[in-house]
């Protein structure tokens, strides 16, 4: 099979969500049915053609292939393969299969070894879905990771937020504000951040104020619908906070 039968990145991440949302929806269509007998389903496959046969199985092998990983994780491994594709792109070559020799080029771009070893184990498992060589990691490639991890600077442990340092910084009166409202709000954000483990620059800050329509059971449907970032609300005198999406749940918490 030539390198122009294959996919591009963007449409084996539509594949790949079609797939996700077939596996949620009919799971239990024909032979890949966890709860059809082995029996039957060879029953299945002998009263087809072999043509038929053949692409029963391998939609059932592709079926499990998805549902090995969770959703959430397909969602960071789609963020690398757009990657891979943006470079592909301006390399002028292929997405699929992966030439190894123009992946230590692309391995090389990466600042953080760890993020490239994600990036590897998703193009990996991807490969593996297109039934494609997934044996990426030659020795060029792990010789382009070691040189990163050396040359990365040291990462500094931060210091865990505990409840007691929160308390401090509530009670840090030399805290310089132009308002005491400003403060209010400085507070209440910082209380949010502890509580609902918020990041500072893309959850915290950009915050929004729920509407009076806003219930658990719809606020995140109503948040992506109306395009919000996020929605903070008051139901049954419990505090709920709603976000389109996180970076460990790309579909939204």
Not at 132 to 144: C, F, P, Y
Request: a positive charge; glycine letters at 4%.
């Amino acid at each position: 099979m030539s390198a122009l039968a294959y996919p591009t990145g963007s449409e084996v991440i539509q594949m790949l969500t079609d797939a996700m949302e077939r596996a949620k929806d009919g799971s239990d269509k024909g032979i890949r049915s966890i709860h059809m007998p082995m029996k039957r389903k060879l029953e299945a496959l002998e009263a087809a053609s072999p043509m038929v046969a053949r692409e029963m199985v391998r939609d059932a092998v592709k079926h499990l292939k998805v549902s090995s990983v969770k959703g959430e994780t397909w969602y960071q491994y789609f963020r690398a393969v757009r990657s891979w594709s943006r470079y592909a792109n301006a390399m002028c070559i292929a997405h699929f299969p992966i030439d190894t020799t123009e992946l230590e080029g692309y391995v090389s771009l990466h600042t953080n070894a760890d993020t490239a070893e994600c990036s590897l184990s998703a193009l990996e498992k991807v490969q593996r879905y297109l039934r494609i060589d997934s044996r990426l990691r030659t020795k060029g490639v792990q010789e382009a990771i070691k040189g990163i991890r050396r040359e990365q600077k040291a990462t500094h442990k931060m210091d865990p937020i505990t409840s007691q340092l929160l308390d401090k910084i509530l009670a840090d009166t030399k805290f310089s504000t132009p308002s005491k409202s400003l403060l209010r709000e400085f507070n209440a954000l910082a209380v949010l951040s502890y509580v609902f483990l918020l990041r500072t620059n893309n959850e915290a800050l950009p915050l929004c104020r729920g509407l009076e329509t806003d219930a658990p059971h719809s606020a995140l449907h109503d948040v992506k619908t109306s395009k919000r970032h996020s929605s903070v609300f008051r139901f049954q005198q419990e505090l709920h906070i709603v976000l389109a999406s996180r970076k460990s749940k790309q579909s939204g918490e």
